[in-house]
C-alpha cells in the first residue's frame, strides 16, 4: 500500500492539470453554443 | 462607443452626468421636463432581499423618485430628477452598498453577460470537479472499519481533501463570501450571509480537524458536505444565470436589430458610412433592400415597401411610397431608397417599444412583493434557529452543537422562496414573447389567471381587418368576365390589403390578371390606374379604387365598403368589402365557453350586424350602439357584480374601459404598440392564441404556489430535523439544492407553450 503515497499527491496534482484545461475550454468559448456548432457542420456556407 | 466607465477620477461614474451620456440609457418623462427614467444592470443582485435593499438605499437619495429592482432580471428601473441629482450620484451610492451597477446599453451587457456567464461556468466547474475528488479520498473513510486503514493514510487523504477543497473555498464560493461580508458591512441581512456562515464554520471545524486533531471540535472532516454544498449553490445560480440570459437575450435580440453603420450623403451629394449613433435629425440615408431602418423617416427617393410587423403587428407588407413614413426597427424589403432622418435614438417608436419591454421585465408581480417582505425577518430566524442548535448541544458534545447548526443554516438556504415567484414569471413572459405576445406588466400574468369574464370588441378583434369582397353590379354594356380581368390585372402588384382582396376574389371567378398594363399607377388612400386596350381595340383609361378616386357620386351613409372600377365617370362595376369572422373566432369562443368562461360582446356597431355576428360565434350577450362611456359603464356594473373582467380590444378606442378593467389584452394588426393601453398585446392576428394564452396564466400561477408551498413545507420540516441534529451537513446541502433545483425545473415546464388549444393538466 505504500505506493498510495505516492499515488494520492500524484492525483491530485493531475486535478489541477486537468481543471487548467477546462479552464482553456471554457475561456475559448467551447461551451458557448452547444447545438449550433454541431449542425453548422452539415450545413452549406 | 466609448464606454463612459473608463473615466478615472474621483467619482467613476461622472462621464455619465453628461445628458447625452445618460440619454443612451435613460428615457425624458413625457409629463416632467427634468425627470428622466433609467435602466441599469446590477450584476450580483441575486434574491429578494439584495433588491429590497438597493431600493431602500437609492430611494432615500434626494431626487430621486422612484426605484424598482428585479432580481430576477437584474435590472433596476430608477426615476430621478435632473435638477436634483445626477446619475453618477446614485451609481457611486449602488457601488457603496456593494452593487455595482452598469447603464443598461446594448454593448455593455452583452459582453459583460458572455464573461459573467463564462466565469461563473468555471466556478461550477472548478466545484464539481474538486467535489468529485473529494468524495473518493471521502468515501473510504465511511465504509472502513476503524482498524482497516492506516492512521497516516487517513491522515494523507484528509490533507489531500483538503489541498482540493481550497480552490472551491478560495474561488468558487467567493461570490458568496464576499456578497456576505458586503451586507455584514452595512449591518444587513442578505441570504448569503447564513450560507457563507455555514461555508465558513464548516471548513474552519474540517481544517482543526484536520492539522490539529483531538480537540473539543473532534477529528471528523466536513470536505466532501462542504464542497457538494458549494456545487449545488453554484449549478442553482448556474441555471439561474441562463433562465435570466434567454429572457435578456430576447430583448436584447430586439435592440440588437438596429444597423450599427448607415450610409449618409454628406454635403457634397456624396454617400458615406457613419456609425448609426452619428446620426442626426435631417440626414438623408441610403437604405438598401434587406436592410432595416435605422431612424424614423420620410422616403424621399424610390418606393418600396416595408416589414413592419415587429413594430405594428402588422403582417402584411406596407407600401412606402415617395412621402411616406418609415419607422426605426422596421425591414426594407424590396428596393433601395433614401430617406430624410425625422427621428434619431430615444425618440423613435421603437426604442418606446424596447422600453415598454424593459420595464415590464423589471416590474414585481404581487407575490413577488410578499417575498420581499418575508425575506429579512426570515433570515433573522434562521440565524436564531441556528444559535439556538448550538446552545442546545453545546454541553452534550460541541462539534456535533456546531454542525448542526451549520446544518439550520444550510438547510434553510432560501434561494427557492426567492427564485419562486420570477423565476415562473420570466420563463412565461420569455414564452409569450418568442410566441408574439407582449407583456407590459408581469402582474397580468396574474390578473388573467384569475378572470371569470371577457368582453370584446368587434372590429379587428373578432373580424377581419381584411374584407369579404361581393361583385355587386356591372354595367350592362361591358362583358362581366373582361371586367374581372381587369380588376385582377390591375390589383395585382398591389400591396394594399384591399388591392389583395379584390386580387384574391377575381381570381376565385376564374379571372386572368395577364392583361397588357400601361401607365400602370397607384395612389396611396385612392386607388389604381392604367391604360388598358379593350376587347374592340380601344384604349381606355380605368380605375378602380373609392368613389372619390374614381368621380363617381356615392351615398357616404352606407356602412358597407365600396369600390368601384370606371372609366372616365362611367361606373363599369361596383363592389362591396364586408367584414369577415377571423378564422378561430369560432372555435377559440366555444372553448372559452367550454371552461366557465362568460363571454360578452361589446360594439359601437350597428345593433344588427353585431347581434348576428354574436349569433354566428355562439355569444348570448351582445351589446350593439355602445359608445366608450356605455362600454365603460358596462364593464364597471358587472365589477360589482364581483366579476373578473378582462377586456380584448384594439387597445386604441377603449383607453378607460381598459383602464378600468380587471386586465385588458390589446389584439389584432395594426395597432401601434407605443399607443396601446392593454397589460398583454397580441402581435399578428390569431384570436386562437387567446385560449392558450388565458390557460397558461393559470397554469402559470398555479407553478407559482406549488413553487411556494414546496419552499415553506421543505423549510418547515427541514429546521426542525436539523436543530435536532438528524440532519447531516450533507444531506442538508443536497436538500437545499434539491428544492431549489426543483423550484427552478418546474419553471421550466412553463417554456413549452402549446398555442393550439387550452392546455390539459388544469385544475
Known amino acids: 500500500m505504500e505506493i498510495a503515497f505516492l499515488l494520492i499527491p500524484l492525483a491530485v496534482l493531475l486535478v489541477f492539470v486537468i481543471l487548467g484545461g477546462l479552464w482553456w475550454a471554457i475561456q475559448t468559448g467551447q461551451f458557448e453554443d452547444l447545438e449550433e456548432e454541431g449542425s453548422r457542420i452539415l450545413e452549406q456556407d | ?763
Open chain 2, 1 to 763: 462607443m466609448a464606454n463612459p466607465l473608463a473615466a478615472s477620477s474621483a467619482n467613476p461614474w461622472q462621464g455619465l452626468d453628461i445628458q447625452s451620456e445618460w440619454e443612451r440609457f435613460s428615457q425624458r418623462d413625457a409629463s416632467a421636463a427634468e425627470v428622466w427614467t433609467s435602466h441599469v444592470w446590477v450584476d450580483n443582485m441575486h434574491c429578494a432581499a439584495c433588491s429590497g435593499r438597493i431600493e431602500q438605499t437609492i430611494k432615500q437619495q434626494r431626487g430621486v423618485l422612484a426605484v424598482q429592482a428585479s432580481a430576477a432580471s437584474k435590472r433596476v428601473r430608477v426615476v430621478w430628477d435632473a435638477k436634483q441629482t445626477s446619475p453618477s450620484s446614485w451609481f457611486a451610492n449602488l457601488n457603496e452598498i456593494g452593487y455595482p451597477a452598469l447603464p443598461l446599453n446594448e454593448y455593455n451587457a452583452i459582453s459583460d453577460r458572455t464573461v459573467q456567464q463564462r466565469k461563473m461556468l468555471w466556478r461550477l466547474v472548478v466545484a464539481v470537479f474538486c467535489m468529485m475528488q473529494v468524495m473518493m479520498y471521502a468515501y473510504p473513510t465511511y465504509w472502513s472499519d476503524s482498524n482497516d486503514m492506516a492512521p497516516d493514510m487517513v491522515q494523507l487523504m484528509k490533507w489531500a481533501s483538503w489541498v482540493l477543497t481550497l480552490p472551491v473555498m478560495l474561488f468558487s464560493a467567493t461570490p458568496f463570501l464576499s456578497q456576505a461580508w458586503v451586507s455584514l458591512k452595512q449591518r444587513q441581512l442578505g441570504m448569503d450571509v447564513p450560507v457563507s456562515l455555514g461555508i465558513m464554520t464548516a471548513f474552519v471545524m474540517s481544517t482543526l480537524a484536520t492539522f490539529a486533531p483531538g480537540g473539543w471540535w473532534g477529528d471528523v472532516v466536513y470536505y466532501d458536505s462542504l464542497t457538494m454544498f458549494v456545487s449545488f449553490l453554484l449549478i442553482g445560480r448556474w441555471l439561474d444565470v441562463k433562465l435570466r440570459n434567454r429572457t435578456a437575450g430576447a430583448l436584447e435580440n430586439m435592440m440588437r436589430r438596429l444597423p450599427h453603420a448607415v450610409l449618409k450623403k454628406n454635403a457634397d451629394g456624396e454617400w458615406v458610412q457613419i456609425a448609426a449613433s452619428n446620426i442626426n435629425v435631417g440626414d438623408v440615408l441610403y437604405v438598401r433592400p434587406g436592410e432595416v431602418f435605422a431612424a424614423d423617416g420620410l422616403v424621399m427617393v424610390g418606393s418600396t415597401s416595408a416589414d413592419e410587423s415587429m413594430l405594428t403587428g402588422e403582417s402584411e407588407p406596407v407600401l412606402k411610397p415617395v412621402g411616406a413614413k418609415v419607422i426605426a426597427g422596421a425591414g426594407n424589403l424590396t428596393s433601395a431608397i433614401e430617406m430624410q432622418v425625422e427621428q434619431v435614438g430615444e425618440g423613435t417608436q421603437y426604442h418606446a417599444l424596447v422600453n415598454l419591454m424593459a420595464s415590464a421585465s423589471t416590474e414585481k408581480p404581487g407575490i413577488a412583493l410578499l417575498a420581499d417582505k418575508v425575506a429579512q425577518p426570515f433570515l433573522w430566524a434562521v440565524l436564531l434557529a441556528a444559535i439556538y442548535a448550538v446552545i442546545f448541544w453545546w454541553n452534550t458534545d460541541p462539534a456535533k452543537a456546531i454542525m448542526s447548526a451549520v446544518a439550520v443554516l444550510v438547510v434553510t438556504c432560501p434561494c427557492a422562496l426567492s427564485l419562486a415567484t420570477p423565476a415562473a414569471m420570466l420563463a412565461s413572459a420569455g414564452t409569450f414573447a418568442k410566441g408574439g405576445v407582449l407583456i407590459r406588466r408581469l402582474q397580468a400574468i396574474q390578473a388573467i389567471s384569475e378572470v371569470d369574464t371577457i368582453v370584446f370588441d368587434k372590429t379587428g378583434t373578432l373580424t377581419e381587418n381584411l374584407q369579404q369582397v361581393t361583385l355587386v353590379e356591372t354595367h350592362a354594356q361591358w362583358d362581366r368576365q373582361w371586367l374581372l380581368d381587369v380588376i385582377a390585372s390591375m390589383s395585382r402588384d398591389s400591396l394594399h390589403p384591399v388591392a389583395q382582396a379584390l386580387h384574391a376574389f377575381a381570381l376565385q371567378h376564374d379571372a386572368q390578371d395577364q392583361l397588357l398594363l400601361q401607365d400602370w399607377q397607384e395612389i396611396v388612400g385612392g386607388g389604381m390606374s392604367a391604360t388598358i386596350v379593350t376587347k374592340a381595340g380601344e384604349a381606355v383609361r380605368v380605375t378602380l379604387g373609392n368613389a372619390e378616386f374614381c368621380g363617381i357620386a356615392h351615398e357616404a351613409a352606407d356602412a358597407l365598403r365600396q369600390v368601384y372600377v370606371a372609366t372616365g365617370e362611367v361606373q363599369l362595376a361596383r363592389l362591396t368589402l364586408t367584414e369577415q369572422v377571423k378564422p378561430h373566432a369560432k372555435a377559440a369562443i366555444s372553448q372559452l365557453i367550454a371552461h366557465g368562461l362568460d363571454i360578452q360582446l361589446l360594439s359601437g356597431d350597428r345593433i344588427a350586424p353585431v347581434k348576428n355576428l354574436a349569433a354566428q360565434l355562439g355569444i348570448e350577450r351582445a351589446f350593439g350602439l355602445q359608445k366608450a362611456a356605455d362600454k365603460l359603464q358596462h364593464v364597471k356594473l358587472l365589477q360589482q357584480q364581483g366579476r373578473k373582467v378582462l377586456m380584448v380590444g384594439d387597445g386604441l378606442n377603449d383607453g378607460p374601459v381598459i383602464a378600468a378593467a380587471h386586465t385588458s389584452i390589446a389584439m389584432g394588426s395594426g395597432v401601434p404598440l407605443t399607443q396601446a393601453q392593454a397589460d398583454m398585446v397580441v402581435l399578428g392576428n390569431d384570436i386562437g392564441v387567446l385560449v392558450s394564452l388565458i390557460s397558461h396564466c393559470q397554469k402559470t400561477i398555479l407553478i407559482v404556489k406549488q413553487n411556494l408551498l414546496w419552499a415553506a413545507l421543505y423549510n418547515a420540516a427541514g429546521v426542525p430535523l436539523a436543530i435536532m441534529g438528524l440532519l447531516p451537513a450533507w444531506l442538508a446541502g443536497l436538500g437545499m439544492a434539491a428544492s431549489s433545483l426543483l423550484v427552478l425545473l418546474n419553471a421550466l415546464r412553463l417554456t413549452d407553450w402549446d398555442k393550439s388549444g387550452w392546455q390539459k393538466g388544469q385544475a
